[in-house]
Antibody
Framework: EVQLVESGGTLVQPGGSLRLSCAASGFIFGSYGMNWVRQSPGMGLEWISYISNSGSTIYDVDSVRGRLTISRDNAKNSLYLQMNNLRDEDTAVYYC???????????WGQGTRVTVSS | DIQMTQSPSTLSASVGDRVTITCRASQSISRFLAWFQQKPGKAPKLLIYKVSNLESGVPVRFSGSGSGTEFTLTISSLQPDDFATYYCQQHNSYPWTFGQGTNVEIK
């Protein structure tokens, strides 16, 4: 069974840093591209970043570029999101999601909550 | 960036109703369109990929159609478990983008 489990979300002050993790199991992690998607309170879904299976290709949305950085460790079956210079508007539930063979986000974790507030 | 616009934003319906949600892209996305269902406090769940392909385990009352810039999600006979928020998403080009969501509520 495919499982994705996020961790690392917490309360952090504006300008602070945080690293989110996503532990994967039940599939060959190194064969799949992975993504982070976030959802602000009461709002819709926002895709923020993609990393290819090897880690050699990364795409992200303009609003996070230079502050939120995706990475992965295939030996540890783990995906990461390094979050620097956090802003109030980064407050959200962050989901990791697998890009399936169809190109769609076919499996999601349960999410981890990040709150940016002083 | 490609803008995805869903309509309606809220839909009130009864069990057994046929329900249709529309998603419009600001430019052609070929067939790179997926539909997700999300319930409060839960992660989104993939329902349909590449416009009309049902994800494994998804009931056949869900169907999708369209191409280019206009797409629809149809629930043929609404069931109690279907009251949720539905999102379309394009994966034709980065940044991937979602529609704003359609809340299907009990009438």
């Amino acid at each position: 069974e495919v499982q994705l489990v996020e961790s690392g979300g917490t309360l952090v002050q504006p300008g602070g840093s945080l690293r989110l993790s996503c532990a994967a199991s039940g599939f060959i992690f190194g064969s799949y591209g992975m993504n982070w998607v976030r959802q602000s309170p009461g709002m819709g879904l926002e895709w923020i970043s993609y990393i290819s299976n090897s880690g050699s290709t990364i795409y992200d949305v303009d609003s996070v570029r230079g502050r939120l950085t995706i990475s992965r460790d295939n030996a540890k079956n783990s995906l990461y999101l390094q979050m620097n210079n956090l802003r109030d508007e980064d407050t959200a539930v962050y989901y990791c999601a697998r890009e399936g063979s169809s190109g769609s986000l076919d499996h999601w974790g349960q999410g981890t909550r990040v709150t940016v507030s002083s | 960036d490609i803008q995805m616009t869903q309509s309606p934003s809220t839909l009130s319906a009864s069990v057994g109703d046929r329900v249709t949600i529309t998603c419009r892209a600001s430019q052609s996305i070929s067939r790179f369109l997926a539909w997700f269902q999300q319930k409060p406090g839960k992660a989104p769940k993939l329902l349909i990929y590449k416009v009309s392909n049902l994800e494994s385990g998804v009931p056949v009352r869900f169907s999708g159609s369209g191409s280019g810039t206009e797409f629809t999600l149809t629930i043929s006979s609404l069931q109690p478990d279907d009251f949720a928020t539905y999102y379309c998403q394009q994966h034709n080009s980065y940044p991937w983008t979602f529609g704003q969501g359609t809340n299907v509520e009990i009438k």
